[in-house]
């Protein structure tokens, strides 16, 4: 929503030097009767999709083999796009060293929900469009630097990263693998919240996982999680905010309540900057913003201070 | 005068009928008596009333469950329990009226109360702030329990919430947190915890209180991920399908119930809590205690094995035999 209104002004920036001079605006001169002519060709429509790829940002073009080999953070103004769960597993742990957990475990319409359409035809159609991901989260053990740790990554691009019983229970037997072989554990959140399509079932996985991660405390292993754009509701209002650390990739949009319910509600006008990253640093709520590209090496060091003179338990 | 929501209509017209019969003013003084008139009418009602209250859909209930007469928190501190002790705020920020809490006995136990409170007028609504809690009344709420723990009592939490407040400082002082700790913590306490949802059970807002080692529920309240609103809003783009996102929500107790999401369902009066507080506050009180007797006879890492297991248990999902 922050970004619509950044979008917009970058439009309006580009619109501004057309190829041409343009007629005094004055209302006497009729020779360009309609702006946006000049700003389709400035446009470049005619280049094939999936190969360049507009910024929201900074509205600038990014080859996107590059976008892609910068762990989709734009080279230019750094803006975050949202990275897949495999791409950033892979950004994260060292080569070769992670083996997933439950790979194969699937969702299904316990409810029968029929909306405007079936869960069981919308599960289909993502499991179609996305052979590499069966639900919403990837879950494994891997190395990350020197460290053995239980790693979990959500996917905004499934169902919109929305918890229900299979993400809910692939992150509690990472939970409970975590506890039971004395391993720290790395949570990173990308979700709308609880699943709809499976009624009470998914808010109970609200329960279901922080009751795990009390068991994982208790052992004194750490846990951190880190809140990627955008963590929200039923997620946030579980694992996500109790990390012994607590990290936030730059401007991602953080909160419990969704941006426009609170507006209903409050009837009031929100601060800019109102659910992000900074606004929670700024309020004292996350332990540090940082960014994708220096994550890995971030974590090492947590995770170097947090091991270093553990006293199991 | 009982309140009538839209789909009581047909039993309020009759009710009319026999009000007025009862009332009118020549009766006594012509010696004419309706008697027969009368038996016919109140018979009516009552097989009208068993009709449509054994046949009501998923929307009814949620009316019903926010019906503006329906015993709240406080109500049932006055009658289900006794001596009700309040203690406030959550030592951090202030004392959230949404959320009410303290001692109180029920029966020969004594235990600690929490209940999200809803106001009963526009006044009372906006001191109670419609019964949605702000993070201090979460954190009041684990105030509470931790001071139970040490001091072995049972918890015991009644649910009557929309959900918990989405304001800008809630989310500030960070709603979410308050409910995820309370979600882990409930799972570390040794002493038994029982929660009844009485009224409204609004996602994370009601689990933020939610988390027992029994998950009782009044036969007209609900319990769900969204509100129905919430849910048609998103799903058929227009708040008016409500009726039909409660209907696949499976959010009843009759529902929940058969998913196994909650252990017991308290039968209510025939049409609904408010119209007979005394009648639901015992029958609330006995099965409370049958529970509390229940799970005292178990130890304290017995009781945090089995709440666990039951978490544990709940979920869908299917798993292909992995080849390799």
């Known amino acids: 929503m922050a970004t619509r209104g950044i979008r917009r002004k970058q439009i309006d920036v580009e619109q501004v030097p057309p190829a041409v001079t343009p007629p005094t605006r004055d209302g006497a001169s009729n020779s360009f009767p309609s702006r946006p002519k000049l700003t389709s060709k400035t446009k470049k429509r005619d280049i094939p999709e999936g190969l360049w790829i507009k910024c929201p940002r900074c509205s600038g073009l990014i080859y996107d083999k ?10 230019n103004c750094t803006h975050h796009f949202k990275l897949g769960a495999r791409e950033r597993i892979h950004s994260m742990v060292e080569t070769c060293s992670f083996e997933e957990i439950d790979p194969l475990m699937e969702s299904v319409d316990i409810l029968k929900f029929t909306g405007s359409s079936s869960y069981e035809s919308k599960l289909l159609s993502y499991r179609k469009k996305m052979p ?11 190395l990350i630097g020197t460290h053995r740790v239980a790693l979990g990554v959500m996917d905004f691009s499934f169902l919109g990263g929305s918890m229900g019983s299979v993400v809910g229970e692939k992150l509690t037997r990472l939970i409970e693998t975590a506890t039971d072989r004395g391993l720290p554990l790395v949570i990173v959140s990308s979700s709308g919240g609880a699943r709809m399509y499976e009624g009470m079932f998914s808010l109970m996985q609200m329960a279901k996982t922080c009751g795990a991660l009390a068991y994982h405390a208790r052992r004194n292993l750490p846990y951190i999680s880190v809140l990627t754009d955008p963590t929200t509701a039923g997620v946030m209002a579980s694992f996500a905010s109790v990390g012994d650390l607590i990290l936030a990739e730059p401007c991602a949009m953080i909160g419990f309540a969704g941006r426009r319910v609170v507006e209903a509600t409050t009837q009031s006008e929100l601060p800019p900057d109102f659910q992000t990253a900074e606004f929670l640093k700024q309020r004292g709520l996350i332990d540090a913003i940082v960014p994708r590209l220096e994550m890995k090496q971030r974590l090492i060091s947590y995770l170097h201070y947090l091991m270093a003179n553990r006293v199991a338990s | 005068m009982r309140h009538y929501l839209d789909f009581e209509k047909p039993i309020a017209e009759l009710q009319r009928k026999l009000d007025a019969f009862k009332a009118h003013p020549e009766a006594a003084s012509l010696g004419i008596s309706w008697e027969e008139e009368m038996k016919v009418l109140e018979n009516k009602i009552f097989e009208a009333e068993r009709q449509l209250y054994s046949n009501l859909t998923s929307w009814q209930r949620v009316q019903l469950a926010r019906h503006p007469k329906r015993p709240y928190s406080l109500d049932y501190l006055r009658t289900t329990f006794q001596e009700f002790e309040e203690l406030h705020g959550d030592r951090l920020y202030s004392d959230d009226h949404a959320m009410v809490g303290g001692f109180a006995r029920l029966g020969t136990e004594r235990v600690m109360v929490i209940g999200t409170q809803k106001g009963r007028d526009t006044k009372e609504n906006i001191f109670r702030n419609f019964g949605s809690a702000h993070p201090e009344g979460y954190r009041k709420a684990l105030r509470l329990m931790k001071l139970a723990e040490r001091f072995r009592l049972p918890v015991i939490t009644l649910i009557d919430t929309a959900g918990a407040y989405p304001g800008v400082g809630a989310e500030e002082r960070h709603i979410a947190e308050a409910i995820a700790v309370n979600l882990r913590e409930m799972m570390t306490f040794e002493v038994p915890i029982i929660a009844c949802v009485i ?3 609004g996602s994370g807002g009601a689990l933020g209180i939610g988390v027992a080692d029994r998950v009782l529920i009044l036969e007209n309240a609900y319990y769900s991920v969204i509100s129905p609103e919430g849910c048609a809003a998103i799903l058929w783009k227009d708040r008016a399908a409500a009726p039909k996102a409660a209907e696949a929500l499976k959010i009843t107790a009759t529902n929940l119930k058969a998913a196994g999401l909650v252990d017991e369902i308290i039968p209510e009066p025939l049409g609904g809590a408010h119209l007979d507080l005394d009648a639901i506050s015992l029958t609330l009180r006995e099965s409370l205690l049958r529970n509390v ?8 890492p017995e009781r945090l094995a089995s709440r666990y297991a039951k978490f544990r248990a709940f979920g869908h999902f299917t798993e292909p ?3 390799a």
């Not at chain 2, 007797?293 to 130890?299: A, G, I, N, P, W």
């Open chain 2, 321 to 323: 035999k992995s080849t």
């Open chain 2, 293 to 300: 007797f229940q799970l005292k006879s178990l130890t304290g």
């Open chain 2, 199 to 201: 009224g409204e059970g």
């Open chain 1, 132 to 142: 590499m991901l069966k639900d919403a989260v990837v879950t494994g053990v891997g």
């Open chain 1, 66 to 75: 590059e976008l892609d080999d910068n762990l989709k953070v734009c080279p």
